[in-house]
């Protein structure tokens, strides 16, 4: 079975609350990017706030592409995200991130920007729900998709038959395709659907995919 999950990338809480007004009606569960401006090159809303302000039945994945991910935790236990998505490539001591995550009630899992080996994240791999293969680099809506990830995604899928893949990033009906035929079971899709007219439509198409 085939998931999809929206992206929502907000800079502004007005922007955070627009986009989960246009999501409601068509998922049940949300990805949020948060981004510090610095492990990548744009800044977000922190996000905590403007989740736990925000009326919404709504489930949220939250990807936390900070540098210091350690720092944010505390903000996210008492919000409705129940899912935390980590990068490999933060600093910190990651597997007490990740047991700290567990102990309180959250769902766990990586994601690997284009250019990290899997192989990187392997001793992590018992702690996780799943792992998240960005297929851009991050920061941004609308990145190119980078082909060379399909490869990694296959021969991961090849080495860890039994665990999780989402795939984030430049993802169309087209390189949705791809990523499933790949071995990928989660796509996290941000300008596609949240730039269509119609996003029912826009979900249709994908999971027909």
Same mark, same amino acid.
């Given at each position: 079975?085939?998931?999809?999950?929206?992206? #929502?990338?907000?800079?502004?809480? %007005?922007?955070?609350?627009?986009?989960?007004?246009?999501?409601?009606?068509?998922?049940?569960?949300?990805?949020?990017? #948060?981004?510090?401006?610095?492990?990548?090159?744009?800044?977000?809303?922190?996000?905590?706030? %403007?989740?736990?302000?925000?009326?919404?039945?709504?489930?949220?994945?939250?990807?936390?592409? &900070?540098?210091?991910?350690?720092? =944010?935790? /505390?903000?996210?236990?008492?919000?409705? !995200?129940?899912?935390?998505?980590?990068?490999?490539? @933060? $600093?910190?001591?990651?597997?007490?991130?990740?047991?700290?995550?567990? =102990?309180?009630? /959250? +769902? +766990?899992?990586?994601?690997?920007?284009?250019?990290?080996?899997? =192989?990187?994240?392997?001793?992590?791999?018992?702690?996780?729900?799943?792992?998240?293969?960005?297929?851009?680099?991050?920061?941004?809506?609308?990145?190119?998709?980078?082909?060379? &990830?399909? $490869?990694?995604?296959? =021969?991961?899928?090849?080495?860890?038959?039994?665990?999780?893949?989402? &795939?984030?990033?430049?993802?169309?009906?087209?390189?949705?395709?791809?990523? &499933?035929? @790949?071995?990928?079971? #989660?796509?996290?899709?941000?300008?596609?659907?949240?730039?269509?007219?119609?996003?029912?439509? !826009?979900?249709?198409?994908? /999971?027909?995919?």
């Amino acid at each position: 079975m085939i998931t999809v999950i929206p992206s #929502i990338l907000a800079k502004t809480p %007005e922007e955070f609350t627009a986009m989960v007004r246009k999501l409601e009606p068509h998922t049940k569960r949300v990805h949020l990017d #948060i981004i510090d401006g610095e492990f990548a090159p744009t800044t977000t809303i922190k996000g905590y706030k %403007e989740l736990s302000e925000c009326k919404t039945d709504l489930l949220f994945d939250v990807h936390l592409m &900070v540098k210091k991910p350690a720092e =944010q935790l /505390k903000h996210w236990y008492e919000t409705r !995200a129940d899912r935390i998505i980590l990068h490999a490539e @933060a $600093e910190g001591d990651m597997l007490a991130i990740l047991e700290e995550l567990e =102990q309180n009630g /959250k +769902r +766990r899992a990586l994601a690997l920007n284009p250019e990290t080996p899997f =192989q990187n994240v392997g001793s992590f791999l018992p702690h996780l729900d799943f792992i998240q293969f960005m297929t851009v680099n991050p920061g941004f809506y609308g990145s190119p998709f980078i082909p060379e &990830v399909i $490869e990694k995604i296959e =021969q991961f899928r090849g080495i860890y038959p039994h665990i999780a893949i989402a &795939v984030d990033g430049g993802i169309t009906p087209t390189t949705a395709s791809l990523c &499933v035929g @790949a071995g990928a079971s #989660i796509l996290v899709v941000g300008s596609y659907i949240m730039n269509s007219k119609d996003v029912g439509e !826009a979900l249709k198409n994908l /999971k027909a995919e």
